[in-house]
């Protein structure tokens, strides 16, 4: 027998909950039959509503599975029992190692939402450490505390969603300050960022935009949620060379598939496809049509396309 929702609690739909976690709503459904959980409430109209309690479980559950566990296995665990799990998985030991002092000075300003300190510490830091050195040595790992931390439900949603839009501010701007020195130039290669539909995190997207323009490159970004026709439009509008797409690990693997498989059959070859991000679909299983990236080797990605392309021009 299914309960009601009281006015107190303020829960999610199942929509919500795939979009959060990862875990596609079909799953949702047989893990409520098979395993007996979520165990949803439902709305006034009869809709299946997830409380947080249980959505902070789902996200640990995905976590596990993206390690390589089986949901039978740890579906009934409680979430400390998640989290120990978890951290063991990860080779961090019985409890989570602390973060270095830097990262958390900035973990410790979203928690108390101080945004205009956390935006003025960042830009403090582009500006010592260069566009290239403050992608890779402060906001990747930053970026992966914070999802960790919203992951655990020690940061709520609305602030990781605070630290996305300061983070945006201060690299959106670092982006525009960027001399355009692809601009006349042949060998700069046009790339277009964006994520496929069912891909709302544009942090990656961000990051990986910001190591392509440092190397020179024309960059065209759609933002998040493209659907796949428009991505091919754009892409022969625009003439790029390459489609750089951005997979966190909410997006479900299977779903990160079939797009990249739909994306090369419909681009046939007109533009190379290139993927970057922490998604389980990028490490099991690559794609033999999908040049596989981290921020760290773009530099080296891009060289190598120059290469390439002056090769190609030359015969």
Same mark, same amino acid.
């Given at each position: ?6 006015? /107190? ?16 709503k079909?799953?949702l459904?047989?893990w ?6 979520p ?5 006034l109209n009869?809709?299946?509503v997830?409380p ?18 089986r949901p ?11 989290q120990?799990l978890?951290s ?8 989570p190692?602390a #973060?270095? #002092?830097?990262l958390?000075?900035y973990?410790? @300003? ?5 945004m205009?300190? @956390? ?5 403090q830091?582009l500006?010592?450490?260069?566009l290239?050195?403050?992608v ?9 505390l ?7 439900? /020690?940061?709520?949603t609305?602030?990781?969603?605070l630290?996305?839009?300061s983070?945006t ?19 700069a290669?046009?790339i @277009?960022?964006?994520?496929l ?9 961000l990051?990986a935009?910001?190591?392509?323009v ?7 970004s @759609?933002?998040?949620?493209t659907?796949?026709?428009?991505i091919v439009e754009?892409a022969r509008? /625009?003439?790029?060379d390459?489609?750089?797409?951005s997979f966190?690990v909410?997006m479900n693997p299977r779903?990160a ?8 059959v ?6 190379d496809?290139?993927a970057g991000g922490?998604?389980?679909?990028l ?5 033999p049509?999908?040049?596989v990236f981290?921020l ?11 290469a ?8």
């Amino acid at each position: 027998m299914t309960n009601k929702v009281t006015p /107190q609690l303020v829960p999610s739909s199942i929509s919500d909950v795939e979009r959060d976690t990862g875990v596609a709503k079909e799953t949702l459904r047989v893990w409520e039959r098979r395993y007996d959980f979520p165990q949803p409430l439902r709305d006034l109209n009869g809709e299946r509503v997830y409380p947080i309690e249980q959505v902070q479980k789902l996200r640990l559950i995905k976590r596990l599975l993206d390690l390589g566990f089986r949901p039978g296995k740890v579906i009934q665990y409680s979430t400390d029992e998640l989290q120990q799990l978890s951290s063991k998985a990860s080779g961090k030991g019985d409890a989570p190692s602390a #973060p270095a #002092p830097e990262l958390q000075t900035y973990l410790d @300003l979203c928690k108390s939402h101080q945004m205009e300190t @956390l935006r003025r510490r960042l830009s403090q830091a582009l500006l010592m450490m260069g566009l290239k050195s403050f992608v890779i040595e402060l906001v990747a790992p930053l970026t992966t505390l914070i999802g960790e931390a919203w992951a655990s439900g /020690q940061l709520a949603t609305f602030e990781e969603h605070l630290y996305t839009e300061s983070l945006t501010v201060v690299m959106r701007s670092a982006i525009f300050a960027m001399p355009q020195t692809s601009q006349g130039n042949p060998g700069a290669p046009r790339i @277009l960022l964006t994520t496929l539909p069912q891909e709302r995190h544009g942090l990656g997207l961000l990051m990986a935009e910001a190591m392509c323009v440092a190397e020179g490159a024309h960059c065209i970004s @759609l933002g998040v949620q493209t659907p796949l026709l428009d991505i091919v439009e754009a892409a022969r509008a /625009q003439r790029v060379d390459i489609i750089a797409l951005s997979f966190s690990v909410a997006m479900n693997p299977r779903q990160a598939l079939d797009g990249l498989a739909e994306l090369h059959v419909r681009l046939a070859g007109c533009a190379d496809l290139w993927a970057g991000g922490a998604n389980a679909a990028l490490k099991r299983r690559r794609p033999p049509y999908v040049r596989v990236f981290d921020l760290a080797g773009l530099a080296g990605a891009i060289a190598e396309w120059r290469a390439r392309a002056a090769i190609l021009a030359a015969g």
